[in-house]
């Protein structure tokens, strides 16, 4: 093969190459802004133990809130759990911990919580919580994607379309060790309505010694119900993403997404005062 025929078959293959990586970003671009859930009747659920008949009625009511607000804020998956009595009620999850793989939220899917580790972490120990703690942030953003040279399309193009259909490379998604996989907005005005993006290392400047700190929301309700910290939002990459917080009561609330800037604030809020009926 001539040199003039083997420069034009190797600028063949990048262009090609080139339209794929266009193409394929232009598509994942397309699903990343389409609403994840049309409506609040096509949320998965995955529930833990059923709740008791004391609080079912408390349960659906939350239920229909949580699946309301996945829809109005377009959130990919949203973690729930409620402790009353010294144990927790009830725990449930909705949506999807990767998007992609739509590979759903559980009641064990570990959330990175962000700046609520301040509270939660010291507790770990004393409290022997399971599923809560503090990694490397890589685990959290494979292959450190987000860094010089991970932005390149026709390399994501090849890696998600040939080498790892073809098992030449091994699939970062879903996560392993039921972690969610973490998503920021793609607009200015970080509004996940507006669409979504993978979370990069980079958005995770803020971790301390770059380390992903982790719970459940069943964990997080044990430590309210243990140490009553009061209203405490977690923040990762400039938005809320986990939200604690103890009523009058005695009932705790957690919440967590994976999705930074979710008002996870306001749905403890309202799923509170769903339990605050049968409380009385």
């Known amino acids: 093969m001539n040199t003039a025929v083997t420069y034009a078959l190797k600028a063949f293959i990048l262009v090609g190459l080139g339209v794929a990586g266009a193409a394929s970003t232009a598509c994942l671009s397309q699903e990343a802004t389409a609403p994840l859930f049309p409506q609040s009747k096509e949320v998965p659920s995955v529930v833990g133990s059923p709740p008791s008949p004391r609080y079912a009625a408390a349960v659906e009511r939350a239920r229909e809130l949580v699946r309301a607000a996945i829809v109005e804020q377009n959130l990919p998956g949203v973690s729930v759990a409620v402790g009353a009595d010294g144990t927790v009620v009830w725990a449930e999850g909705f949506g999807w911990r990767d998007v992609v793989t739509q590979t759903p939220v559980t009641p064990q899917t570990r959330f990175n919580i962000g700046t609520a580790a301040a509270v939660v972490i010291p507790a770990v120990a004393p409290l022997r919580l399971a599923d809560s703690g503090a990694e490397a942030a890589n685990e959290w953003s494979p292959e450190a994607i987000g860094e010089e040279g991970e932005d390149f399309p026709p390399l994501a193009f090849l890696r998600h379309n040939i080498w790892q259909p073809l098992g ?27 669409g979504r993006r993978l979370m990069y290392m980079r958005d995770l400047a803020c971790c301390a010694d770059r380390m992903a700190f982790y719970s459940t929301p069943s964990d997080l309700v044990r430590v309210a119900l243990a140490t009553n910290p009061g209203n405490v939002n977690g923040e990762l990459a400039g938005g809320m993403v986990t939200s604690l917080t103890t009523r009058d009561n005695g009932i705790a609330i957690a919440v967590s997404s994976n999705i930074g800037h979710a008002n996870t604030s306001s749905l403890a809020v309202r799923i509170g005062e769903a339990f605050a009926e049968p409380a009385r």
């Open 168 to 194: 030449l490379m091994p699939a970062e998604y879903p996560l392993p060790g039921e972690r969610a996989t973490f998503y920021v907005p793609r607009s200015e005005d970080n509004d996940p309505r507006r």
